[in-house]
């Protein structure tokens, strides 16, 4: 998971490339907050370097991608 500055979460799905956004509702309450899709990203990632900067993300490598043990060599925004 990742913490973004305006206060919503993203996370990505276990074992998908699907990722999503968590708001909280106008209270800041989590648990009453809203999941929101986003785009799915090209890998099934595990174990990354991540960064938040100015409302996007950095991702580089991985240790595993879609269940398989590799050292994968990639960088995405």
């Known amino acids: 998971m990742l913490l973004f500055t305006d206060d919503n979460v993203m996370s990505q799905e276990a074992d998908t490339p699907n990722r999503w ?3 909280p ?3 800041g ?7 929101v899709r986003l785009a799915k990203g090209p890998n099934v990632s595990f174990h990354y ?3 938040v900067s100015r409302g996007r993300v950095f991702v580089a490598g991985s240790q ?6 590799v050292d ?6």
């Open 72 to 77: 994968l060599l990639t960088a995405e925004i």
């Open 25 to 27: 509702d106008q209270y």
């Open 21 to 23: 956004k968590h708001i």
């Open 49 to 51: 370097a991540s960064a």
């Open 64 to 69: 595993y991608n879609a269940g398989a043990h």
């Open 29 to 35: 309450d989590y648990v009453n907050g809203t999941w």
